[in-house]
């Protein structure tokens, strides 16, 4: 079946770059997304990639899609102490409009 | 503003009784989902809908019960067959079915965090 992976923590510095990675195993994911959760709050549309593309940048994100290795990374740049949060990556098929959720990676930022 | 709201923020609940977390949408989408999340764990789904008056189970449905009467609103009852109720609850909503270039993007909601006393 439809499968979603990532990391549960990552540790990085102020100021330094995160990533953030994340595996699927369907081959007909149509959009991959990201979604930042910040303590006690619902989730929010951080950033997402149409699956024909192999990068997207906006601003401090920048998504990179491996579709031949399903693999799925999240780089912040120049990480704020804001940036602590949980990130989920999620996957749309082309079969039905659910999502495959991954169990998101808690990102901690140290001084 | 269009937006997803969810009420009450935080809930108690003692154990044996039923409660119904509230779920609103001005969005004008089709398609609702409920989804609950436990500490250190993703999102797992409970009920979704694609249109009025219809729903699905998802993976976790026993203990829980939804309806869908009017297209903003997505009320789930979380029922005393629910074991271990205490959790975080999400409400989301979609665009229906956008085809095979479609955006699924969800909006969430704030959440609601329900606790069994």
């Known amino acids: 079946g439809e499968d979603v992976e990532q990391s549960l923590f990552l540790s990085v510095r102020e100021g330094d770059s995160s990533v953030i990675n994340c595996t699927y195993t369907d081959s007909s994911s149509t959009y991959l997304y990201w979604y930042k959760q910040e303590p006690g709050a619902g989730l929010q549309l951080l950033t997402y990639i149409f699956s024909n593309m192999d990068m997207k940048q906006d601003q401090r994100l920048t998504v990179l899609l491996n579709k031949k290795d399903k693999h799925l990374s999240l780089r912040i740049a120049d990480t704020q102490t804001g940036d602590s949060a949980i990130y989920f990556c999620a996957e749309s098929l082309d079969s039905n409009y659910q999502l495959i959720w991954g169990a998101g990676t808690k990102l901690i930022i140290k001084p | 503003d269009g937006g997803i709201t969810q009420s009450p923020k935080y809930l108690f609940r003692k154990e044996g009784q039923n409660v119904t977390l509230s779920c609103e949408q001005n969005l004008n989408h089709d398609a609702m989902y409920w989804y609950r999340q436990d500490p250190g764990q993703g999102l797992r789904l409970i009920y979704y809908?694609?249109?009025?008056?219809?729903?699905q189970k998802g993976d976790i449905a026993e203990g829980y019960s939804v309806s869908r009467e009017k297209k903003e609103s997505f009320p789930l009852t979380v029922t005393s067959a629910q074991k271990n109720p205490t959790a975080f609850y999400l409400c989301?909503?979609?665009?229906?079915?956008?085809?095979?270039?479609?955006?699924?993007?969800?909006?969430f909601g704030p959440g609601t965090r329900l606790t069994v006393l």
């Open positions: 989301a909503s979609s665009i229906q079915w956008a085809g095979l270039a479609g955006n699924n993007e969800q909006f």
């Open positions: 809908s694609q249109i009025v008056n219809d729903f």
